[in-house]
């Protein structure tokens, strides 16, 4: 059968068609740059992309770039991938070597018994949920720790293959979570089975105990001293070595269409007024429309603020129990107090570009932008200031004195910890105590891009149920508001903050004007006239409603860990009120009393008219019992696990039945304390040893019957 041109040209139309159908415009969509919601701070970082063949070899891309050293890091919010860029920039500072880091999940690992002798692989590694790893290092934890690993000579593992790797490893976890530093302890187990060598010692860090910095800084110390001795590096003074280059673009102005004062893409920038395009990821967030917020507490001093979000046509899905990544920015006032100690307030709002000089670093926000859209909506300028920070920016300080104390601070432990990490401290507001108020003018913006990390979007469990309504997301958030003891100043949530903010202005307490961020957003594109929006994405998670509704649930949730047991309890009446028979559903709630924090207690009446009915049937008015611990109603404190073991029989009786368990909230002290007392409670009723009862809930755990959102 003979084709003409015609026919090409009308098949390729259908095809094309076709395509873009099926695929729903992901085709033809933005692709977006990996910026905020990925990534942390803006210093070393790869970027596999233009080598054809060879770009997922990092032996290949080392030897590309005459580079000695990788960091990989295995990174959920940024603090592993800061970790691995300060231990690259400190080797390459103090020992002259030619470091890089690298993202694991931009490489393959099938070539790493070629791995060059002379060169050593670093591992930062944080531990995730009950011991996974981070979303980025799956794939490369998966390979490297199953049974069958092989690589490309073939070698099995009794021939030890990776015998002339040489390594270091440190691993981020929280000593709360079961399976602490899960991930790093079991890289290592394994490495060590497949004959690595590893300079120094295994490190690790536990956010548990507050520990994390110092426990880097042991850890760096003294592997720095092994790995000194053992390659025979000469130590130089470290000085500062910029991988990044910011240039005054004095032809720009802000205003212009390409310079992004705000924009997280070029998606977004190029979106101009309108809509930007989805789908809406991790790296592209949607702003979606605020439709409702309001304050939960009744109190002069505390604040909760339950937001409603409208996503109808933006293509998010999320079902009930999954978080809601809040993109946040940096209130006005620290802008300006941040700006104002580096002398960077009057060029606020020049334009600049921002460019890798070593080009295995990468830029982690879009340019050209302005210094204060950088500190305004890209750099975690509140959070706590790590010591060492302080020792690194002392060699820009404005005077001698100032010098002095930055390194005396810098360098003493518990001196540092007792006049800054207690007074919860930000880097500006600790610089200016130092210096008396002389501006840091000296300090490069660059070394305070690299230094500082990204300011991270903050999750929120989503408090609504997905089959009630599949395009409203809802929140619950506590403001976050600490006056540290012996300090004048309170230091603000970044996020909460502006969530705190954003529900004045949404219900006109407060002009925008008057705001304490910008609320507007950039070129005012989160206002318009008939909406208020805010960038937002959705992450999935594991924390799910049993597939059958006839199942009992025991939810255990005190203060804002209540959020996705009020979706759970929103699906379930949506069940019930369908005609399915739903499971008696129990709540544990906790709060300081009756009158100030009781969230959501006039919703629950709804459900519970019958509180002592144990046998049902369940329906839409009848399937939920609540237990409110009232901590401080009483001259003994009680909360949730208080309960738990009054209702001991009970709850036994539930577990018996096939109930599944959910703790959300506090992850610090509340989660282990209602594991205990589970534990307790499975031992006394069922007689058998606590020993025993405790494997029970590590066992209900590992099925899944027991689960955990906390933070
Ligand atoms: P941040 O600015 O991030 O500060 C948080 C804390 O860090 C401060 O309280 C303080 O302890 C410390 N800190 C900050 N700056 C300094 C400093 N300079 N010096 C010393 N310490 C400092 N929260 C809810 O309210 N509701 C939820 O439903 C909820 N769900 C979550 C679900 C998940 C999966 C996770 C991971 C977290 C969840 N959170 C929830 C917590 C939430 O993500 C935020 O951490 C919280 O709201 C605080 O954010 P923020 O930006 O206001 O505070």
């Not at 905020?36 to 701070?41: D, M």
């Not at 379930?572 to 005609?579: E, F, L, M, S, V």
């Not at 959300?664 to 499975?682: E, K, P, W």
Request: proline share 4%; net charge negative.
């Amino acid at each position: 059968m003979a084709v003409d041109l015609l026919d090409i040209i009308v098949l390729s139309v259908i095809l094309l068609g076709t395509l873009a159908y099926f695929t729903k415009g992901s085709l033809w969509a933005v692709e977006s740059e990996d910026f905020p919601g990925s990534g942390s701070n803006a210093g070393f970082g790869s970027s596999a992309g233009d080598e054809g063949d060879n770009d997922r070899s990092i032996i290949y891309k080392l030897e590309k770039n005459d580079k000695s050293v990788v960091i990989f890091y295995g990174s959920q919010t940024g603090t592993a991938e800061d970790y691995a860029s300060r231990l690259a920039k400190e080797a390459s500072s103090r020992f002259g070597l030619k470091t890089m880091t690298a993202d694991v999940e931009d490489y393959d690992f099938e070539n790493l018994d070629q791995f060059p002798e002379d060169k050593v692989i670093g591992f930062v590694m944080a531990s995730y949920g009950e011991g996974e790893p981070t979303d980025n290092a799956v794939a490369f934890y998966e390979f490297i720790t199953s049974e069958d690993v092989s690589f490309s000579n073939g070698e099995s593992v009794d021939e030890k293959p990776l015998r002339n790797l040489n390594y270091v490893i440190f691993g981020l976890g929280n000593n709360t979570y079961e399976h602490f530093n899960a991930v790093s302890r079991n890289l290592e187990k394994v490495l060590q089975k497949l004959g690595a060598n590893r300079i120094g010692r295994y490190g690790e860090g536990d956010d548990g105990n507050g520990t994390m910095e110092e426990d880097y800084l042991e850890w760096k110390d003294d592997i720095f001293a092994d790995w000194k001795q053992a390659k025979g590096l000469d130590e130089q003074d470290a000085v500062y070595e910029p991988v990044l280059k910011v240039t005054p673009l004095i032809d720009e102005v802000a205003e212009s269409d390409s310079v992004f004062v705000g924009e997280v893409n070029k998606n977004h920038l190029s979106a101009g007024n309108g809509p930007a395009k989805g789908p809406f990821t991790a790296s592209n967030p949607y702003l979606a429309k605020v439709v409702k917020s309001t304050e939960l507490f009744n109190s002069d001093s505390r604040n909760c603020i339950h937001l409603e979000l409208d996503i109808s046509g933006s293509g998010l899905r999320y079902t009930t129990g999954d978080h809601l990544a809040f993109w946040s920015q940096n209130s006005n006032e620290e802008v300006e107090r941040f700006l104002s100690i580096f002398g960077l307030t009057e060029s606020a709002n020049e334009v600049i570009d921002v460019k890798a000089i070593d080009p295995t670093a990468k830029v982690r926000f879009p340019v050209p932008t302005t210094y204060d859209t950088v500190v305004r909506y890209y750099l975690e300028i509140n959070g706590p200031v790590s010591r060492q920070l302080l020792s690194s920016i002392a060699a820009f300080a404005p005077n001698e004195t100032a010098k002095e104390d930055a390194l005396k601070l810098g360098s003493n432990k518990e001196l540092f910890h007792s006049s800054v990490t207690q007074h919860y401290l930000n880097t500006a507001r600790l610089l200016a105590q130092i210096s008396r108020g002389a501006v840091w003018d000296k300090v490069p913006f660059a070394f305070l891009i690299e230094s500082l990390q990204h300011l991270q979007p903050r999750y929120y469990s989503i408090s609504s149920s997905s089959l009630v309504n599949k395009d409203l997301i809802s929140i619950t958030a506590a403001v976050e508001s600490i006056q540290p003891e012996g300090s004048d100043h309170v230091l603000k949530g970044v996020a909460t903050n502006y969530i705190f903010d954003l529900k004045k202005s949404f219900n006109k307490e407060i002009s925008t004007k008057d705001a304490k961020y910008n609320i507007a957003g950039p070129r005012g594109k989160y206002i318009t006239e008939t909406a208020t929006t805010v960038p937002i994405h959705v992450r999935h998670s594991n924390f799910k409603l049993p597939s059958s509704p006839q199942k009992p649930i025991i939810m255990i949730g005190p203060g804002t860990g209540v959020a996705p047991f009020r979706g759970f309890i929103h699906e379930r009446a949506a069940q019930a009120a369908k005609g399915t028979p739903v499971g008696k559903s129990l709540l544990f709630f906790g709060c300081r009393n009756r009158t100030e924090d009781n969230i959501y207690a006039d919703e629950w009446v709804k459900y519970t008219h019958e509180p002592e009915n144990k046998n049902g049937p369940f329906n839409e008015t009848n399937f939920l019992q609540v237990e409110t611990a009232f901590s401080r109603e009483s001259a003994q404190k009680v909360y949730v696990q208080h309960l738990l073991e009054q209702k001991a029989a009970y709850i036994d009786e539930l577990l018996k039945q096939g109930a599944f368990v959910y703790v959300c909230g506090d992850a610090q002290r509340m989660a282990r304390d209602v594991q205990s007392a589970l534990a307790r409670i499975i031992s006394s009723q069922r007689n058998i040893s606590l020993e025993k009862g405790e494997e029970t809930v590590k066992a209900m755990k590992a099925q899944n019957i027991y689960q955990e959102d906390v933070w």
